[in-house]
């Protein structure tokens, strides 16, 4: 415990030392987030899958769409729930168990950016209003961990969910009837885009690694949509930000999550 | 939110909402701190409809042992709703909600506190929610900044907070449950007036840019609104005899 502590504030001193110079230890822009890979259709036992990249962080993301009930105080929508979980096989200090408070804020975080901007529209979900619904359930898995797991997540699981194929079901007698090979797109209005900025000292950098991340005084997600609007926010770490650097942090999201936004859509074939 | 609908006016063509408020007005916000005999300290909150007792322990023995850090104390907090709080009875066992609003409460007040000050001890804050009215987190932590100042332990500041959102296409400040369930968009802020800085910040609905900046900006108003309850609710203990100052 004690070594692992002092290779920190080492690796922290460093970390500040090149901030200052406005350099990262891993030689990137401030601004600039890890390179993005992303590959689509990986399982195909799935209705929709991806495979998410950011630099050395790899996520999988699997949606699963199936016959539900619908929530009582919302029966003319259909359902949709992110989960999350960190594999042990992904760090070292990945433990199996129940889940720890940062594994449900993650799951909670991605799908709070998904569910508040709309992406799915829900009401096609529906096949008798209180009654019978469609669900679509995107489950994601970190299998590498590099830091930065809410942006890599909400990455998979967005691309994951564009390219989800919906299966037909029809009411026949009271009872949902799955209408063989009658799959249609599902129905996206909006990409949303998670852009995580850590705060050091008095510096912000994008798309944290590991190591950068075990410095971070604090931390903000923001999500934003297609229109460039904010969606979602998740602020986390020890310190605080001030007004000033929130609305900066606002800006970097839009501009990142354009850049970011371009890549999912070329690795999904989306147009919205 | 959610695109939940509900046949209420949330804002009527005069600008008064639901319940009878202006845009840019809190709830009615009442603290009372040292509440509780045995806890280290203690304090009591009604924020609008909201009820909310927060207790905290120590410095004390860390259990279990491993968790104890030779540089620092360590913060724990726990935000529970009881399962007569809310319309549909909650489950007693903590849900995901309550550990992630646990979690965001926790690291909203860890800035404000000088856990260095006490190495190898922990703080427990139990925050319970009583009876829950739309923006609990808000004032669970509102009441546990009280809670932990009556407790006596070195702060840097007090941490304030108060939503701020959108309903009826207007940035509206201190968001009522009904607001939430049918509004556009809920802001939750933690705020250290003295500092400057913002220790808590959430957010569910769309805004534009520059919704979002006016939402924080009415957001912060609230929260200083706030703070002077906060501090009153200590005069009140520490200064009631006389002294008012």
Known sequence: ?272 | MGGREANVVLLDENGIRSDGRKVNETRKVTIKAGVLKNASGSAYIEFGGNKILAGVFGPRDVHPKHMSNPDTGILRVRYHMEPFSVSERKKPAPSRREIEISKVITEALRPAVMLEKFPRTALDVYLEVLQADGGTRCAALDAASVAIADAGIPMRDLVCACAAGKAADTIILDVNNEEDQAGQADMPIGYMPNLGKITLLQLDGVLTTDEYKKCIELGLEGCKQVYEIQKNALREKYFSDGDNN
């Open chain 1, 1 to 272: 415990m004690t070594n692992i502590s002092i290779i920190d504030k080492l690796k922290k001193t460093k970390i500040l030392d090149l901030l200052q110079e406005g350099k990262r230890i891993d030689g990137r822009a401030l601004n600039e987030p890890r390179p993005l890979v992303i590959d689509t259709g990986v399982i195909p036992h799935a209705n929709g899958s991806a495979r998410a990249r950011l630099g050395d962080t790899e996520i999988v993301s699997g949606v699963k769409v199936q016959l539900d009930r619908p929530f009582p105080d919302m029966g003319d929508k259909g359902i949709f729930m992110c989960t999350a979980e960190i594999l042990p096989l992904a760090h070292p200090s990945a433990e199996t168990g129940p889940p720890q408070p940062d594994v449900i804020e993650l799951a909670r975080v991605v799908d709070r950016g998904i569910r508040e901007s709309g992406m799915i529209d829900l009401s096609q979900f529906v096949l008798e209003k209180d009654k019978s619904v469609i669900g679509l359930f995107a489950d994601s898995v970190v299998t590498d961990h590099d830091g930065n797991l809410f942006d890599t997540c909400s990455y998979a699981a967005v691309a994951a969910i564009i390219t989800s194929k919906i299966p037909k079901w029809e009411m026949k007698d009271d009872i949902p009837v799955l209408i063989e090979n009658q799959e249609s797109d599902a129905p996206i209005t909006t990409i949303p885009i998670s852009v995580t900025m850590g705060l050091i000292g008095d510096f912000i950098i994008v798309d944290p690694n590991l190591d950068e991340w075990e410095c971070l005084d604090a931390r903000i997600t923001i999500t934003t949509n297609s229109d460039e609007n904010i969606v979602a926010l998740q602020k986390g770490g020890d310190d605080g930000f001030t007004f000033d650097q929130l609305v900066k942090c606002s800006e970097t999201s839009i501009a990142v999550g354009k850049e970011i936004r371009e890549i999912i859509k070329q690795a999904t074939g989306a147009n919205k």
